[in-house]
């Protein structure tokens, strides 16, 4: 796996493979097959030659080289599981797990030098441990008390245990502050994750209780909150996260690239740019500078009919509910907004007011696209590129006030306004009628081209905005 994806050719892989892990693993094969000759060999042989046999079983170790690899693997992970609680759950039983494995080999070697003790030992005076699964118990019992406060009954009983015994202690001593400090930091952390909804709730308990608020609606407004924070967790917001704000400005750039690029191309004034090298600057400059990723809330309304409209906005998750001027509110249902569908474009070329109600009815997330400085952007990059959208900002603005002078004509000429269609509203055009205004602004565009030369330096003042 590279910075920039998974690499799959086969030859890249096998190259890769030769340069990392390739000798270690040859040399713990040839190792298992040396060492699985010199068993069959040994078979039969003195009880040295089995000691000598044992000895080299041990080196089988080894392999735990291997582990190495795991914390590739976990990198890995931890770029495709986002969780706060997640890694935090994961960061205490790594330090459990490291823990008890120390321990292990503690509790081998306390036994190993009881085991081939001559006479008196820790396992002489405890005859009860005379089993091995009970001794190694007893002996891993022995060995946590050593890291942990706790009690037992069992204590060196020759100088090589007592030795033995004050070498645990040292060694402890210097790693139980680490292991146990980071186990704490890590339970605090994860305590202090709820520690704002405690204090909220606290806080609204108290203002019922001084207002003197019934147990019944207390409860209503405890659920409301439950049911909006339950799903209010779903994606940060690059705001809240500190290390982006501290990133340098070409970073930042990159980012919010790869965050919106693909959102903006798919803004009709701005079709065919994808492939386009000359164009690259432009996108990332109106990813950079226009755009801003907004939450919105349950039940939360996002605008009013009549509403000034601040800008465009592109609906990326969640569920949101349109409702026109001329619904009826009380037996509507209202238009459910799919996702990736834009709100409000005209307001990158014109002034607006809102024609409809837009209410959550789930926590959704949007990008908001700034029509100053995406006009600003479009008109410093002047040339062709501000000829091509202004010719499609005007044909937009002059086809949707036409589709509403339609609209309101048929209006007034008919009873029943339900049954009438084309009425303009703040949902995206569809997909005919955004061809049929392309192949207009297109035509317009090619016209003006021929006009000019190709040279739209004179034909558009410096000071033209490109709103119409």
Known sequence: EKAEGVDMRLHTIALHYMKSWFLVDASLLTFDLVLFVVENAFASSSLQNVRVVRGLRLLRGLRLLRLWRLQRSMHVLSRNIKSVNFWITVNILKNLVLMLVMNHYIAVAWLYIAWHSEGVSWMSAHPDNDQLSTAYVAALHWALTQFLPSTNNI??????????AICVVLSAFAGISTLVSGMSSSINALRSLGVNTVQEEAMLRQFCAEWRISAGLLAQIRQAHAKIFATARNRLLESEVQIIQRLPSTLRMSLHEQMYRAMILSQPCLSGWTTSAEHHDLILKICHLATEAKVILTSQVVFLPDDVCTCAMNITSG???????????????????????????????????????????????????????????IHDAGGSVFARVRQYGLTVVSYIEDKDASYHRARMNTHNASYMDGEV?????????????RTMADQFFQHLQSQSGGDFADMFSSGREIRA
């Open 425 to 437: 509203s703040d949902l995206r055009l569809s997909p005919s009628e955004i061809d049929r205004v």
């Open 155 to 164: 204590g060196p009983a020759v100088w090589s245990e007592r030795l033995f």
């Open 319 to 377: 569920m949101l509910i349109y409702h026109t001027s001329s619904m009826s509110h009380e037996h509507d249902v209202g238009i459910e907004v799919p996702c990736d569908h834009w709100i409000s474009e005209i307001r990158l070329f014109a002034h607006w007011l809102h024609r409809g109600k837009l209410a959550s009815q789930g926590t959704s997330h949007c990008v908001c696209l700034d029509p100053d400085t995406f006009a600003k952007l």
